[in-house]
Each structure stands twice: as C-alpha cells, then as structure tokens.
C-alpha cells in the first residue's frame, strides 16, 4: 500500500505561481510513476505531467514550459511547480503513483486561478 498526502493548492491571480507537493509513504517499489493529473468542474481527469523511477519527465502539451515536475527522493516526496497559471488551470488537483499494474491516488487539492 502506498498512501499520499498532497499540499500547496490555493486560490491565486493569473500569472502567479504554486508549488504543489505529494509526499508517499507506506511501501517503496523500485518502478514507479508519479505524477499529477487534474480534473476540472465538468471535465474528465486530464493527465498534467509525471516522472518517472528513472528520472525521465513528460507534461501534457497545455502546461509544457509553465509547469515543472521534481522529486526529492529523500523525502519521497514529488513537487510540480507551476508558473504563469490561467484561469484554465483551475481544478482539483490529483496526486497518482503507479506501479507494476496498480494506481494509488491521493485526496486532491484545490487549484484556483481567478482576478
């Protein structure tokens, strides 16, 4: 069992910035993706970016250049800085990590982004 607790959502201007953070606990796989998805009002889960055991990073083509996925293996602990937020950036967003087959989820965290 893996769990997950996210932190760092909020309500902030278009153009402004967050750093969400999803912190895993429980049990350590050796293969892993961890990353974050979103869904807004509406709207299916949409995948936004994920990293990889290995290291590699892929973000969905609507936040390429603005949003920044990273980990700090240490503190089992996976960051997506996201910069130059739109108002279409606003939703709940999803921590998910998958492993051999099985996907853990954490409980979200609310994103505005609204003048």
């Known amino acids: 069992q893996v769990q997950l607790v996210e932190s760092g959502g909020g309500l902030v201007q278009p153009g402004g910035s967050l750093r969400l953070s999803c912190a895993s606990s429980?049990?350590?796989?050796?293969?892993?993706?961890m990353g974050w998805y979103r869904q807004a009002p509406g709207k299916q889960r949409e995948l936004v970016a994920y990293?990889?055991?290995?290291?590699?990073?892929n973000y969905a083509d609507s936040v390429k250049g603005r949003f920044t996925i990273s980990r700090d293996s240490a503190k089992n602990t996976v960051y997506l800085q996201m910069n130059s937020l739109k108002p279409k950036d606003t939703a709940v967003y999803y921590c998910?990590?998958?492993?051999?087959?099985?996907?853990?989820w954490g409980q979200g965290t609310q994103v505005t982004v609204s003048s």
């Open positions: 429980g049990s350590i796989f050796r293969f892993y993706t």
């Open positions: 998910n990590y998958t492993t051999v087959g099985v996907a853990y």
């Open positions: 990293i990889i055991s290995g290291g590699s990073t």
